[in-house]
Antibody
Framework: EVQLVQSGAEVKKPGESLKISCQVSGFTFTSYWIAWVRQMPGKGLEWMGIIYPGDSDSRYSPSFQGQVTMSVDTSISTAYLHWSSLKASDTAIYYC???????????????WGKGTTVTVSS | DIQMTQSPSSLSASVGDRVTITCRANQGIVNYLAWYQQKPGKVPQVLIFGASTLQSGVPSRFSGSGSGTDFTLTISSLQPEDVATYYCQNYNTAPLSFGGGTKVEIK
């Protein structure tokens, strides 16, 4: 079964760092891009960027460039999203998702993780 | 960047009604348009891709149409389990972009 299993909810203070994870199973990790999508409380979906585990090629939405860092660990089939200094405005649900094709990064997403809730509050 | 505008932002309809949601791109995206359904507290799920192709397992009461800049999602006969927020998504050009969402409720 194709699955994206995300790490648990986090509560952090402004200025703290955080890395959340997305472990995949049921498909070849290094063949598919992995996207990250943000959903702020009560708001819509925002595409943050995408990373190719095969060579760590990363493409960021301009809105998120410099705000987060995507990375992977192919030895454990896991993708990460990292903040070096959180802000209250980073409070959101973060989903990892897999495009439905191996041929291009910009595609609709047919497999989603359950999301990681990040709360940033002093 | 491509902006996706959905309308209406919310609607209330009766069970059995035909429901139509529109999505407009500010530049042409061919047919690289997907529709997602997000039920309350749940993960988004793709309903339609390629503007009109139904994802496997999605009920046939859902349909999509359009190309270029104007797209439509139609629910032919609204069911209680269709209560959700629906999003369109451009996947023609990065950064990928979603519409603001349409919340569908039962009257």
């Amino acid at each position: 079964e194709v699955q994206l299993v995300q790490s648990g909810a986090e509560v952090k203070k402004p200025g703290e760092s955080l890395k959340i994870s997305c472990q995949v199973s049921g498909f070849t990790f290094t063949s598919y891009w992995i996207a990250w999508v943000r959903q702020m409380p009560g708001k819509g979906l925002e595409w943050m960027g995408i990373i190719y585990p095969g060579d760590s090629d990363s493409r960021y939405s301009p809105s998120f460039q410099g705000q987060v860092t995507m990375s992977v660990d192919t030895s454990i089939s896991t993708a990460y999203l990292h903040w070096s200094s959180l802000k209250a405005s980073d409070t959101a649900i973060y989903y990892c998702a897999r495009p439905a094709t191996t041929y291009r990064p910009y595609y609709y997403m047919d497999v989603w993780g359950k999301g990681t809730t990040v709360t940033v509050s002093s | 960047d491509i902006q996706m505008t959905q309308s209406p932002s919310s609607l209330s309809a009766s069970v059995g009604d035909r429901v139509t949601i529109t999505c407009r791109a500010n530049q042409g995206i061919v047919n690289y348009l997907a529709w997602y359904q997000q039920k309350p507290g749940k993960v988004p799920q793709v309903l339609i891709f390629g503007a009109s192709t139904l994802q496997s397992g999605v009920p046939s009461r859902f349909s999509g149409s359009g190309s270029g800049t104007d797209f439509t999602l139609t629910i032919s006969s609204l069911q209680p389990e269709d209560v959700a927020t629906y999003y369109c998504q451009n996947y023609n050009t990065a950064p990928l972009s979603f519409g603001g969402g349409t919340k569908v409720e039962i009257k």
